[in-house]
């Protein structure tokens, strides 16, 4: 019979009982092992045989699998580096998943440590810019034109269908500095919704792009800044959009379409 347990991290995780600079000021006090010595001290501590792999994945931080008497263990490559003590917790952790002292231990480890973890790549992602009433690309490279003087360059897609549900509000579209990549709300795409709406919120989106995050007096970060919001203003469709969004029925269809 298998038993599988895995130790997952992510940054929602709550606090352990060790407090994480207990961990983090900690010296290795041995120095790094290799892979295959790593291996064996984790069999020596925790007795039993064990199949050892280091990985880079950042969602497992560690994972063990107890199969036909052989635990196979895979560790994040921090652990290679790790102090005595640390290296101590993941053999007890190893014998016993359920040792909440090794537990504790660990998890201050790798919130100590989570700097190390890289970011993941961007997913690819294959922009849908032709709808069935507009035409995403065609409406940027309008905006792009009169507004930004071809200035700005970004990938533009409709987002996913949302799921089938009555809603209070709706994100029209959104800007992602990671990608740069702006995304419209599908339900835009209909014959009831002006073109002239449609390039204004692209416009805004493009916006966010051309000036960035500002900090404020306070030290936060503004996304809406004072500049943005003169920018804003200044857009020429920017009181008939605003008008055609606060009327109740336009609004309205928005959030009760089915698309």
């Known amino acids: 019979m298998e038993r599988q347990l895995e130790f997952h991290w992510t940054a929602e995780t709550e606090p352990s009982g060790v407090p994480v600079t207990s961990i983090a000021a900690l010296a290795p006090v041995v120095p790094p092992l290799a892979e295959r010595e790593y291996a064996a001290m ?67 480890f790798i919130r100590a440590h989570r700097n190390e973890l890289p970011a993941p790549p961007p997913r690819a992602i294959q922009p849908r810019e032709d709808g069935q009433v507009h035409n995403l ?9 009169r507004e930004f003087g071809g200035g700005v360059a970004c990938s533009i897609t409709w987002g996913l269908a ?15 500095p990671a990608t740069n990549l702006i995304r419209i709300h599908p339900r835009l795409d209909d014959t009831r919704v ?29 996304i809406h800044h004072a500049e ?28 009760r379409s089915g698309k």
Not at 81 to 88: I, M, N, Q
Not at 137 to 145: G, K, M, P, S, T
Request: include cysteine; aromatic fraction near 10%.
């Open 137 to 145: 690309r065609a409406l940027y490279d309008e905006v792009n034109q």
């Open 42 to 108: 984790l069999a020596d501590s925790a007795r039993v045989p064990v199949r050892l792999a280091f990985t880079n994945n950042r969602s497992t931080i560690m994972s063990v699998r107890h199969v036909d008497g052989m635990a196979r263990v895979r560790l994040h490559r921090m652990f290679l580096d790790a102090p005595h003590e640390v290296r101590e917790a993941v053999a007890r952790w190893v014998r016993n998943p359920k040792s909440a002292p090794a537990g504790r231990i660990l998890d201050a």
């Open 228 to 255: 943005f919001q003169r920018y804003e203003r200044a857009y020429p469709d920017y009181q008939a959009a605003l008008d055609w969004l606060e009327d109740p029925r336009n609004l309205g269809r928005l959030l």
């Open 162 to 176: 949302p799921r089938q549900r009555r809603r209070r509000s709706i994100r029209l579209g959104s800007y992602c």
């Open 194 to 222: 002006p073109a002239f709406f449609v390039r204004y919120v692209i416009f805004h989106e493009m916006l966010h792009a051309h000036l960035g995050i500002h900090d404020g007096p306070d030290g936060r970060r503004r």
